[in-house]
């Protein structure tokens, strides 16, 4: 169970001022959503979790451990990412699941991976299918399983389902929260999809120009009266 706490975190990167004093809760074993305009920031702070990018100032806490002082094998093994690009390495689905352990000078057991892939729902895939033959709703389920090789306690996920269609947007979800249920993981998920946000999250973080500009419960997002949460629901629904 992983609580994090940001404390007065600031970005600035090549002069640009990209997080302003953020500070802010996630609560352990919750979702939240990290919703905000295109620029507000939402990527950046994801990185800041395990470690594509670091703080200019401030300290983030993964409990009462400041996020500074642990290596990044560590973070990342505490931490994992998914992106909505879903990138994987030329070769097999094996080679891809394995990969977390190879950069740690180790290797994924045969029945570990079956184990993984079953979790996803991809035990009819074999380990030995070429990456390429995936289509894009079991790719981005092989990214998760990737993402759960080291168990880690805190899920990042950067618009996994963008670029599904409906059908495979629903699967993910599902997969999430089944993850979420059996895991116990915080997860912090990065989505434009207000309707998302509403069905599969608990509260929402909404930045916007580097700020926190409101949190809630997400279950009141679409009858918020707060004028930036409006304006960013209206917005997306165009
Ligand atoms: N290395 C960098 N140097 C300078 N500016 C950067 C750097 N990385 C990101 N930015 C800028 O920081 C701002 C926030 O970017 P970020 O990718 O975090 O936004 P986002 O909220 O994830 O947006 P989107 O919804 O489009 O993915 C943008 O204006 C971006 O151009
Ligand atoms: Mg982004």
Redesign the pocket.
């Known amino acids: 169970m992983t609580t994090i706490q940001f404390e007065k975190i600031n ?1 600035i ?4 001022h ?2 302003h004093d953020i500070s802010c809760l996630f609560p352990s074993a919750t979702i939240t959503a990290l919703i ?12 800041l979790l395990n470690g594509l ?1 670091s703080p200019t100032s401030g300290e983030i806490y993964f409990n009462d451990k400041p996020v500074s002082t642990m290596n990044l094998l560590d973070l990342r093994r505490h931490a994992g990412m998914a992106l909505q690009s879903a990138p994987m390495l030329p070769g097999t689905v094996f080679d891809n699941l394995n990969l977390p352990r190879t950069i740690a000078g180790d290797a994924l057991k045969e029945e570990e991976a079956v184990r993984l892939l079953a979790q996803v729902d991809l035990e009819d895939v074999p380990l030995t299918q070429d990456i390429k033959s995936l289509s894009g709703g079991q790719r981005q389920r092989l990214s998760i399983a990737r993402t759960l090789v080291n168990q880690p306690r805190v899920l990042l996920l ?2 996994i389902t963008s670029s599904l269609d409906p059908r495979s947007v629903k699967e993910v979800e599902k997969l999430i929260h089944s993850i979420h249920k059996s895991q116990q993981v915080t997860i912090i998920w ?1 989505t ?1 999809d207000v309707d998302q946000a509403v069905r599969a999250t608990d509260r929402y973080i909404m ?1 916007k120009d ?1 700020r926190v500009e409101h949190t809630g419960d997400s279950n009141t997002l679409l009858h918020s009266d707060v004028p930036a949460v409006r304006e960013f629901i209206e917005g997306e629904e165009l």
């Open positions: 970005v990167r090549n002069d640009h990209i997080l905000g305009p295109s620029g507000a920031g939402k990527t950046t702070l994801l990185k990018h950067d618009e990065i434009h930045l580097g």
